[in-house]
């Protein structure tokens, strides 16, 4: 009879392990939700789309830095050949650009992160029939997160297989998420 105890703790990962080789208990499996992320097709295109777009943010932010800081010695190089009330004009003017500058770049990056958070918890609603499938297959009533699991004997891990199946289902995910955006809304993961 294979023994699982598990040990759920909040703020930090249990470290899991398995003891022995003992076949796995019934009804219980384990995956790394990490790892089927990131290892799967389709975390991987979300990642790398992610990963190129926030490149392109942020070369896009040293430029336009570059930019306001040579106007910024412009203006300041300006200063002594000018009015009190010409340069505040001006100097006014520069900050309202540099501080809407940055207003715009915050909103692109909010927007960046909330379509990774999006196309995350898309890939967690649309591997769940896989998951479930799996869960069938090998007669599981229970799928917990590795981080959850405290010990174990017998091999519970099925993050290996669930990749496998993900990315023979899904593939990279493209059309996953333009059927889920079409007809569900994602529940929190």
């Known amino acids: 009879m294979a023994l699982a105890l598990f040990g759920v703790f909040s703020?930090?990962?249990?470290?899991?392990?398995?003891?022995?080789?003992?076949?796995?208990?019934?009804?219980?499996?384990?995956?790394?939700?990490?790892?089927?992320?990131?290892?799967?097709?389709?975390?991987?295109?979300v990642q790398a789309s992610y990963l190129a777009e926030s490149s392109a943010l942020a070369e896009e932010?040293?430029?336009?830095?570059?930019?306001?800081?040579?106007?910024?010695?412009?203006?300041?190089?300006?200063?002594?050949?000018?009015?009190?009330?010409?340069?505040?004009?001006?100097?006014?003017?520069?900050?309202?650009?540099?501080?809407?500058?940055?207003?715009?770049?915050?909103?692109?990056?909010?927007?960046?992160?909330?379509?990774?958070n999006a196309e995350r918890q898309t890939f967690f609603a649309a591997v769940l029939p896989v998951l479930q499938q799996l869960m069938q297959e090998r007669g599981a009533s229970a799928m917990f997160d590795r981080r959850a699991l405290l010990i174990s004997l017998g091999n519970l891990d099925i993050t290996a297989d669930a990749i496998n199946e993900i990315d023979t289902v899904l593939g990279d995910g493209v059309e996953a998420i333009l059927d889920t955006q079409t007809t569900t809304t994602v529940p929190d993961q």
């Open 11 to 45: 703020g930090s990962a249990a470290v899991s392990q398995d003891i022995g080789s003992a076949p796995a208990a019934p009804g219980i499996v384990v995956v790394d939700q990490e790892a089927l992320y990131s290892q799967s097709l389709f975390g991987q295109r």
């Open 61 to 116: 932010n040293r430029r336009m830095e570059a930019e306001l800081s040579e106007e910024e010695q412009r203006l300041t190089d300006l200063r002594p050949t000018l009015e009190p009330s010409e340069f505040r004009e001006l100097a006014q003017s520069f900050d309202d650009r540099v501080n809407e500058a940055r207003q715009s770049q915050d909103r692109k990056a909010r927007s960046l992160s909330e379509r990774q």
